[in-house]
């Protein structure tokens, strides 16, 4: 038996994202965002990959961001029940659009300052720290028309201008940030990640790392921000984690799982190391890419951040040969079916053990503290008649990830904090269902739309209220 014990400070969270969340999406001076423009059902493939060079909102369309679980107005009761839960840390992010409905005004919005200021003086009410991520996905759409979004170099000053806004608004309230939300996904699915869309026959990957560069370069910038704003800030990145595992032991393989690994931890080796990686120029060869890069760039990458932070739901499998094999249907990232996984009614691979090797390599590999922010299971979830959901494949899921979790902390890895997605029921971003629920309160709400939005606690709120009562030791 070992006696490993949590540190008593360790920041046990929920996590949700404005633009699941949100709603009142023309509300209170909103400008609309790139995720407003992504509809529910068969087109929202094309528009979320960039294949639609040029979305508009269609009037026969539903577009589940506009209203999602109406957080907006629901703040108070939701966080009311947060801090019931005992959440130590809430994430969530701060809309874009909202504070710059265009994207690129002199002057931010009251109204969307007033906001986000209460919001977060209501956490605090009940004892939360926030953990608040600037760019969750969410790009304003005058950003997109006027300047193809982060293709341009123009967005970095927008962006800038947009978070010392925050640093400075929110000053005393907030002090752990993220700058942009898993920017790894930027890869495979760029108009949701990045607001970017493609023109018939143009260089895609030419245009997706030459975005990313600019992302990182306003990373580094905002960091460097943070940091004289208030030393108290600390800033992370935020990665879309999971190893990814060689399908077998054929050296092919497992080559073909190095590359995905580099390619998938590309950027956050940027924001931690403050350069691009050594394998980077043969990268860019491959890939047809040639980078425009100012000469102050490399000095400002250097600002590098002060912790690392990642999503984690399942492993990856890859092999040298992926056209031979089960893909595994439902996962953004591209990979084989791992024959030794159970996956979750969508698809995905549940490997506990997975988070614990992911651990330890992202921690071997940067020495940073490590945060996950991200940790959960989408379920079908069935309301009964009592009002509550009997979760307890949930509580599986996150108690065996907590476990995996305790072990890498025990093998030498520095964790902030865990934080569970999603705390309260949204809408999902890959499939803009409500139906794929991650919470620990039921949103009654359907992939439709409809549902009166009433807020009911499921049986996991209670088991991870023990949770954090019990600093871990109860699961
Ligand atoms: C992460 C995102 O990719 O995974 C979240 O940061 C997202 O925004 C979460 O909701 C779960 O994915 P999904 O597609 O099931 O909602």
Redesign the pocket.
Known sequence: MSDFRVPENFLWGG?I?A??AEGAYREGGRGISNIDLIPHGSSRMDVKLGKVSDPELQTDAFYPSHEAIDFYHHYKEDLALMGELGLKVFRTSISWSRLFPEGDEAFPNPEGIAFYKDLFKECRRYGMEPLVTLC??DVPYGLIRKYGSWRSREVIGCFVRYAKTCFRELKGLVKYWLTF??IN?VLHSPFSGAGIAFAEGENRNQVIYQAAHHMLVASALVTKAAHETDPENKVGC?L?GGSFYPYSCNPEDVWESVKKEQENLFFIDVQVRGHYPSYAKKLFREKGICLNMEPEDSDILKNTVDFMSF?Y?SSRCVAADMADKMSNEGN?VKSVKNPWLKTSQ?G?AIDPLGLRITMNQLYDRYQKPLFIV?N?L?ARDVLTPEGTVEDDYRIDYLKKHIEAMKLAMEDGVELMGYIV??CID??????G?MS?R?GFVYVDRDDEGKGSLKRQKKKSFYWYQDVIRSNGEYL
């Open positions: 996590a994202s633009n699941q969750h996905f939300n898993e996904i935020m879309a999503s739901y953004v969508w995905w991200e959960g989408g997605w999603s949204l809408v999902s971003a890959s499939t269902e794929k991650y």
